[in-house]
């Protein structure tokens, strides 16, 4: 299976300020059929399910912020909350499916 | 407006086997794999496995594939994941949610059902 490893485990941010969680993949997620960045990134609120950020590592689904967004290379991936808003406190797991499904292990970012 | 609605706690001994289910609604349920994904407190979400309900073909981690079993009553749109031979590193809640493909992402989860197990 390919391991995430996710970076930092948490961090506390000011309120406006902008965050960056790294995600790490153990071998590629790049399909060389169709070129693409198996990964995408979730939100997880206490009590919630989890909510779908991003897929093919940049792609926003209708109705995300855009103030969300990632970046790509090779096996390195970040995420980038720019603007934090008390809303945006949770869990943020990245997950490929490149191969079968696979998780890291959450970054949870809290409000300073 | 799609919705995954999901079956109640269950609390269960060591060794017994639980059965979850995971209703849907608002879209075509034959056409999307439904994934299972269960996260334990402290620790990422693991993937179980999906099933497509049109085929009924199913796809199982590795770790659970012996003991895990994945069916859907397409006549009421509902997803079951049955789990034998459970122990306490089952406990977890565990999650179905729509997957855009066979091996995608889920773009729609339900809430989730917690599952204990204990003596």
């Known amino acids: 299976d390919i391991v995430m490893t996710q970076s930092p485990d948490s961090l506390a941010v000011s309120l406006g300020d902008q965050v960056t969680v790294n995600c790490k993949s153990s071998s590629t997620v790049v399909s060389t059929a169709n070129n693409k960045i198996h990964l995408a990134w979730y939100q997880v609120k206490e009590g919630q399910p989890p909510k779908l950020l991003l897929y093919w590592a940049t792609d926003r689904p209708f109705g995300v912020p855009d103030r969300f967004s990632a970046t790509a290379s090779g096996t390195d991936f970040t995420l980038t909350i720019s603007r934090l808003e008390a809303e945006d406190a949770a869990l943020y797991y990245c997950q490929q499916y490149y191969g079968t499904p696979t998780f890291g292990q959450g970054t949870k970012v809290e409000i300073k | 407006q799609v919705r995954l609605e999901q079956s109640g706690p269950q609390v269960k001994e060591p060794g017994a086997s639980v059965k979850l289910s995971c209703q849907t609604s608002?879209?075509?349920?034959?056409?999307?794999?439904i994934y299972w994904v269960r996260r334990a407190p402290g620790q990422g979400p693991e993937w179980l496995g999906w099933?497509?309900?049109?085929?009924?073909?199913?796809l199982y981690a590795d770790a659970q594939r012996d003991r895990l079993a994945l069916t859907t009553d397409t006549s009421t749109s509902t997803s079951f994941m049955e789990l034998r031979g459970l122990t306490s590193a089952d406990s977890a809640r565990y999650y179905c949610?729509?997957?855009?493909?066979?091996?995608?992402?889920?773009?729609?989860w339900g809430p989730g059902t917690q599952v204990t197990v204990s003596s």
């Open positions: 949610a729509r997957g855009a493909g066979a091996n995608f992402w889920c773009d729609n």
């Open positions: 099933i497509v309900p049109e085929t009924g073909v199913a």
């Open positions: 608002g879209y075509n349920f034959l056409k999307w794999p």
